[in-house]
């Protein structure tokens, strides 16, 4: 019972930090944004836009590599490995992604605010000014 009654705090939590990033973010584009326009010097915006979306793309490919090549959620059996790997080749190969995937959750609280961030900048981008 008691592991059931911590997973709305769990989650909670979960939602709470990953606004809390965005907020920061999102926050330190708009100083760039405005820091550029104020000072009118158009290569802060880029620089500060090229950041972002440098950032973005190393966070990705942090991601895919740490979750094993792949955006699965699971791991694969034992049985679905190669057959000619022993047992503990298999285990250590299993141990290495299970980090690897621990890792690139982690991950999760900066790359979906950043991505968001970049979509909210991108309309507007578009759509307001």
Known sequence: MNNN???PKKALRKILVLFLNFIILYGLLRVVITLGERLQMPVIYYIGSSAYMI???VLVILFFWWNGGTFDTKLPL???LPEEWSLTEKRAYLDKRRA????ARKLLYVLLPLLVTIGISYIELWFFV
């Not at 690897?100 to 890792?103: A, L, R, T």
């Open 5 to 7: 009654s911590s997973s």
């Open 55 to 57: 950032g973005l793309a």
């Open 78 to 80: 034992p049985e679905e």
């Open 100 to 103: 690897g995937m621990e890792k």
